[in-house]
């Protein structure tokens, strides 16, 4: 295997059994979640970035695509990690940053993985993806597949956010519509990506394709010149969380940082079955989803996923906790008023926990914090504009400036 990509194996979460790297979903071993490994002592010399490449791809040594030549990309990564001069003085965190993905090419912290998926669907010889959606992971799998000459087959939940549903089927070779929960879709759709004729582009178990995530991790750590206190992010399908964790983790085993930071797990109150688990010290059990805001955090059934961040939680003194949608919404506007930030419920729900988490006392406020942002409003339903109709003349124009002063 050439050098592009260090890795060496997938080493399973479960039994610690290593597998040569091949298109595997699971381990084969006892069916655990497979975890990337990179050859860390290598990179330790030779660095981990490479400057050639832009954004995402920069960091190739630490992802599973072992080949410039299926490398795909929109231009995603390099997203902003920015002082939230305001909203920090607003919270009392001075030391409050904001990692915001809502620049991504399709507005949401999925084109990270898209960018994974299809390459690694090309480097296998895959001529299809699917997913099951609840709206941003359809369309930035749709979009991806369709810059990489890959045919996309979208399940999406009927009454999703109808924008987000225009933009898919764009972009989609077919978009299938169900009525029901996306959990009871994943259960079949698990089973039929077993077969392997079409590449898997869900959360729950592609190594190949969570690895896009990482990166985050990767940035904030290039942004911040040094690794933060505390990290919170929303979680659903958990690639987030766990990724991040496996870039800091890996991070830390080259020296590049001295300590995982506290790893902060935020879900919404209408599914937030790893957060039940963590506070009752038990282990996950599946739940049905109410309805939420965040249609994005919609998973009661996280699968194998949320064990894993369960024990992450538990391992290094994390924190998980839930929020309601009048919090969210909440949050979604304070970041419109005091950092110019327009994102959607599901991209601000990870705000609204650490608020939550100061306000209770479980977060220092002190502590160096990156909190994500996970995505632009541009593609959730939006609020009726609130507009001020005057007279074309210039006393009306003149009073209208003077009632913003
Ligand atoms: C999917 C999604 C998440 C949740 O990420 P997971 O990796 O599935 O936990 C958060 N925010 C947005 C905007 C998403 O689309
Ligand atoms: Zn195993």
């Known amino acids: 295997m050439s050098r592009f990509s260090f890795l060496e194996s997938l080493g399973c979460v479960a039994c610690g059994a290593q597998h040569q790297p091949a298109y595997l979903l699971e381990c084969p071993v006892c069916g655990g979640l497979l975890d990337p490994q990179y050859d860390l002592k290598s990179l330790s010399k030779c660095g981990v970035r490479d400057e050639r490449f832009k954004g995402l791809w920069r960091y190739h040594r630490v992802l599973p695509v072992w080949s410039q030549e299926h490398l795909i990309t929109l231009g995603e990564g390099d997203t902003p990690l920015l002082w939230a001069r305001q909203l920090g003085t ?20 999925k084109d990270r993985t898209s960018a994974t998926a299809v390459s690694s669907a090309l480097q296998f010889g895959f001529r299809a993806i699917s997913v099951v959606s609840t709206g941003n992971a359809g369309v930035s799998i749709a979009t991806y597949a369709r810059r990489a000459g890959l045919a996309s087959a979208i399940f999406c939940y009927k009454r999703g956010d109808p924008l987000k549903m225009a ?31 079409i590449f898997d582009g869900g959360a729950r178990r592609n190594p190949f394709k969570h690895e896009g995530k990482k990166t985050i991790a990767y940035e904030i750590v290039e942004q911040l010149g040094h690794g933060p206190e505390v990290f919170i992010t929303q979680v659903s399908g ?8 496996r870039g800091f983790r890996e991070m830390m085993e080259m020296g590049l940082i001295g300590q995982i930071p506290r790893m902060v797990a935020c879900q919404s109150e209408a599914a937030n079955p790893v957060v039940k688990a963590f506070q009752s010290g038990s282990s996950i059990q599946p739940m049905t989803t109410g309805s939420t805001v965040a249609k994005g955090l919609a998973t009661g059934r996280p699968g194998k996923k949320g064990e894993w961040v369960l024990g992450i939680l538990r391992g290094c003194k994390g924190l998980a906790l839930d929020v309601s949608d009048a919090e969210i919404i909440k949050a979604q506007q304070l970041l419109v008023e005091t950092e110019g930030i327009w994102s959607g419920p599901t991209g601000a729900s990870a705000l609204a926990g650490l608020i939550k988490g100061i306000r209770e006392g479980l977060l220092d406020p002190q502590a160096e914090m990156v909190c994500m942002v996970t995505e632009t409003g541009l593609t959730s339903s939006y609020p009726k504009p609130v507009v001020h109709p005057i007279e074309i003349s210039p006393e009306a124009l003149a009073q209208a400036l003077r009632s913003v002063k």
Not at 173 to 178: N, W
Not at 181 to 197: A, L, S, W
Not at 238 to 245: K, V
């Open 90 to 109: 607003r919270l009392g965190a001075p030391r409050l940053f904001i990692k915001y993905e809502g620049t991504l090419p399709t507005g949401t912290v």
């Open 167 to 197: 933009h898919m089927s764009l972009l989609a070779t077919r978009v299938f519509t169900y009525e029901g929960e996306y959990d009871h879709v994943i259960e079949h759709f698990d089973r039929i990506m077993d077969k392997k004729e």
């Open 238 to 245: 958990c690639e987030i969380f766990t990724a991040c964790f």
